[in-house]
T-cell receptor, first 112, second 111 residues
């Protein structure tokens, strides 16, 4: 058990909808990272937050947004969902904004 | 050309074999190198974390980095069926930079 908790484990929704994925980092970790994993793209970095502030952005679509709250949990919001957004979404955390990162078990998002 | 490349496998070996997993990369600025293991329906689990060139050993696992050749390896000795998983290499320029992951190599260890 990595100590990173992600909810929900599975999410099934339709195109055009909006969903929120939640992540609780390991106790004491200040940095949270979000990744998307699909069969054809592998593990892709989306965005990083450190102690409530956005630290780095990767290949995150404009339809996606994230935030980190004062209690350090983070949420990833995905809107106007498309079939291609079906993937595994992972959250990772680290003590500060340096490596290494510890991953949760992901949220599997299926768009019908 | 992708920044980090791995043979996707699948790689199938008998129990007890020595396994060699490899990654090549194109960006000579990478200095921090990691290996993650990912079981089906689970998140990646950090196995090894190394800086710059050289070897690092942890139990049955040895990580090697050859920066001159832009090549990293993970060796697994006395492989076990429980080692069956996908192995992802990852690297970054600095400890504060975003991590680039390889596509992963699928390993099966046959009893």
């Amino acid at each position: 058990d990595s100590g990173v908790t992600q909810t929900p484990k599975h999410l099934i929704t339709a195109t055009g909808q909006r969903v929120t994925l939640r992540c609780s980092p390991r106790s004491g970790d200040l940095s949270v990272y979000w990744y998307q994993q699909s069969l054809d793209q592998g593990l892709q970095f989306l965005i990083q937050y450190y102690n409530g502030e956005e630290r780095a952005k990767g290949n995150i679509l404009e339809r996606f947004s994230a935030q980190q709250f004062p209690d350090l949990h983070s949420e990833l919001n995905l809107s106007s969902l498309e079939l291609g957004d079906s993937a595994l979404y992972f959250c990772a955390s680290s003590v500060t904004d340096n490596q290494p990162q510890h991953f949760g078990d992901g949220t599997r998002l299926s768009i019908l | 050309q992708k920044e980090v490349e791995q043979d996707p496998g699948p790689l199938s070996v008998p129990e007890g074999a020595i396994v060699s997993l490899n990654c090549t990369y194109s960006n000579s600025a990478f200095q921090y190198f990691m290996w993650y293991r990912q079981y089906s329906r689970k998140g990646p689990e950090l196995l090894m974390y190394t800086y710059s060139s050289g070897n690092k050993e942890d139990g049955r696992f040895t990580a090697q980095v050859d920066k001159s050749s832009k090549y990293i390896s993970l060796f697994i000795r006395d492989s076990q069926p429980s080692d069956s998983a996908t192995y992802l290499c990852a690297m970054t320029r600095t400890s504060y930079d975003k991590v680039i992951f390889g596509p992963g190599t699928s390993l099966s260890v046959i009893p």
